[in-house]
């Protein structure tokens, strides 16, 4: 983090000894035909670039024979365990900063072309060898009228064909080529940087929900007294300076700006949908918590500050003692039964765990069910 993150690439042999991949091909191909699951197909048939948006049912993709194709899966940690575990190995970064976990199967001489990111990215090969050819170049033009973003000009310094376990570092902006030498399977550990202009516009939003009940922003314009209009499509003299005047009321500091940070950074992904569950009464509910402990379902995303605890976008205020269990919760994604057995007389935790238990934002431990 001191030296390499944000700053320069950096490959690093075996930093998973043994890897397996996540899923298998037949797993990825079979997400990338679910409707609730983001993938992209890439084909370079011909000499000619070509992009799809999934679903994919089988049928619709390329041979497994066929040269030079490559299908993305993104956010697969969301589908599956072990993929989530594997993004967990990066939690060196914090979560408000860490994206997904895509996986690309590519056939051999598939790829998505010279390119560069806006985000930072571990690309991890998982299975078979990939070429990864890299540039510090600055200019970045890229090619006119394709249906993806390939450089003009690309010119690699630097070249490696990574093996199973092998890893590539990539700061923002960074030009890249990766392309398959036979079949083989990527994961791309991806990382989130909100612009600051995406950032502004939420930021405002929430800002005048908030301050809602802030007797300056209350009731509406008005002009008693106006004169009658000569020019009718003048804006009224005053009415700027009344309302800019009601406008400073909109004012805050960095706590106002975490709360928010927290409650839009928690946001699920649009495409995460939390799987409805059956009641379990609040005494069984208790029970199965205390025997076999709760973990974060895998779309859920909880953050916290000094004073707030966040969960799926919404914003809490815990007391003191069950902040600390909640910053547990958040930091290992679970509570272990012996855990759950140390706070559940706590005020409202139990009854809290049961709400989003059956909201789907929290589960029982597998083991439970
Ligand atoms: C890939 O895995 O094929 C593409 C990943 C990337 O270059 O960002
Ligand atoms: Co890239």
Not at 58 to 65: D, G, H, I, Q, W
């Given at each position: 983090m001191r030296d390499i993150w944000q700053r320069k690439p950096l490959l690093i042999r075996?930093?998973?000894?043994g890897i397996v991949p996540p899923v298998s091909r037949e797993a990825l191909l079979s997400l990338a035909d679910r409707n609730e699951v983001e993938s992209r197909l890439v084909t370079h048939f011909r000499n000619r670039w070509k992009l799809e948006q999934g679903p994919?049912?089988?049928?619709?993709?390329?041979?497994?024979?066929?040269?030079q194709w490559t299908l993305l899966v993104q956010g697969v940690n969301l589908h599956d365990t072990a993929a989530a575990d594997l993004m967990g190995q990066f939690r060196f970064v914090p979560d408000a900063r860490l994206d997904d976990l895509m996986i690309s199967y590519a056939t051999d001489g598939g790829g998505v072309g010279p390119h560069f990111d806006s985000y930072d990215v571990f690309l991890l090969q998982v299975s078979g060898r990939r070429r990864w050819r890299i540039s510090s170049q600055t200019k970045l033009d890229l090619l006119p009228n394709l249906p993806l973003k390939i450089l003009a000009d690309f010119s690699a310094e630097e070249e490696w064909v990574l093996e199973p376990g092998d890893m590539l570092y990539l700061p923002p902006q960074y030009a890249h080529d990766g392309t398959a030498e036979g079949e083989c399977m990527t994961c791309s550990i991806g990382f989130r940087a909100p612009a600051y202009r995406e950032l502004a516009g939420h930021f405002l939003a929430w800002l005048s929900e908030t301050v809602e009940d802030n007797e300056d922003l209350g009731g509406r314009y008005a002009d008693p007294g106006e004169r009658a209009?000569?020019?009718?499509?003048?804006?009224?003299?005053?009415m700027a300076k009344a309302v800019a005047q009601r406008l400073k009321a909109l004012q805050w500091n960095s706590a106002m700006v975490s709360e928010f940070l927290g409650t839009y950074l928690s946001?699920?992904?649009?495409?995460v949908e939390f799987a409805e569950v059956p009641d379990i009464p609040m005494r069984q509910y208790a029970k199965l918590a205390r025997t076999h402990g709760v973990v974060l379902a895998p779309g859920s995303i909880a953050l916290y500050d000094g004073t707030h605890f966040f969960l799926n976008g919404e914003a809490y205020e815990p007391p003191p003692e069950l902040a600390r269990w909640l910053h547990r919760l958040a930091d290992y994604r679970q509570l272990s039964a012996a855990e759950i057995k140390a706070c559940a007389?706590?005020?409202?935790l139990l009854d809290t765990f049961h709400h989003w238990t059956l909201e789907g934002w929290l589960q029982l431990s597998p083991a439970a069910l």
């Open positions: 075996q930093a998973f000894p994919f049912a089988a049928e619709n993709l390329p041979s497994l024979k066929a040269k209009a000569k020019n009718p499509a003048h804006l009224p003299a005053g946001e699920p992904k649009p495409t007389e706590l005020p409202d």
